[in-house]
């Protein structure tokens, strides 16, 4: 399948997502709790996962499915959100941004995501195995 | 206890929040051999298996349907909605497109639907089971229509999501795997079009 003839409608779309993602983000600096805005970044994230799977946006597909088992861990109150919380999504929500930016202009992404994804992990790391 | 049940105690307690990998990197980071962490999903899986209810057994094929007969394809992800049609037409398959549950009703009216492929996470205007039921109840569809449901969730979190065990319900993963797709419409509408080899 020649994916490339769907760069133009994916980037459309990713953009609408990381706006949603960003008026999300909004609310939960107004609202920690808001299920809504909880609720808006988990479809966000999931959305952006599903798109760059199918183009094989290899890097944006890692970054999203993160931060997608971040926000439903948030939304499940299985993890507080906190502001630590909110400065790795924001990260994310521009890291993402940047990547979709790399994809419009044909261009390699410059940008190192290892730190980023590491501080999404270790938010997500399972509690400790006790003897 | 013996420390081989601890490590199948911490996996069962924590399987259904992280992945099996991720306590997998647990337990070695903190020191215990792989071996037994292998021992401890084996006796996982098939403790599981074990519990699993047997799957319905499949009805055989219904022959294919005469006259013009549309697959329907329901996704919010108008990307991912356009690259599946563009296959399944590509194919040769006639195909009718909704964004969400209730355009998938409206747009069914008046046309014989063979199958339907539907993303299960719509949060927004109705979920792939809402879009499911609304056409099963309206009167212009049969009441057992087919349905290949995709999924960017994992296969744990989708199975929960996924109506009562039926006999006319596939569920495949994203990115669709083309043959995999192809062998689910020929099983559920007894069509087969080489969508895994077509270019669109």
Known sequence: MDLSQYKDLFVTEARQYLQ????ALDGLDKNPACKDSLGALYLTAHSMKGMAMSMEFTQIA????GLEHLADRC????????PSAGAVFREGAKALDLLVDAVQKKAPYEGDLAPLLDRIHALLAPPEFKL | MARADQILDYLRQ???KFPLDSLKAQLIKQGVPEAEILEAIRRLKSGA???AAPPPTPPPPPPPPSGRSYILVVDDNKLLLKMITDK???AGYLVTCAEDAAQSVVQTEGMKISLI???IEMPQFGSGIDALKKLRASAHVRKNLPVIFMTGLSPEDAKKRLPDPDPNVRLIHKPVDWTLLRKH????TGLDKPIDAAES
Do not use: V
């Not at chain 1, 949603?20 to 008026?23: A, E, L, Q, R």
């Not at chain 2, 419409?185 to 559920?188: Q, V």
């Open chain 1, 20 to 23: 949603g993602m960003k008026t």
């Open chain 1, 75 to 82: 939304r499940s109150a299985d993890l507080r959100y906190d």
């Open chain 2, 14 to 16: 924590h399987k259904d």
């Open chain 1, 62 to 65: 890692q970054l999203s499915a």
């Open chain 2, 117 to 119: 492929i539907s993303d």
């Open chain 2, 88 to 90: 399944l037409e590509g």
């Open chain 2, 185 to 188: 419409i020929r099983d559920l």
């Open chain 2, 49 to 51: 298996e074990t519990q």
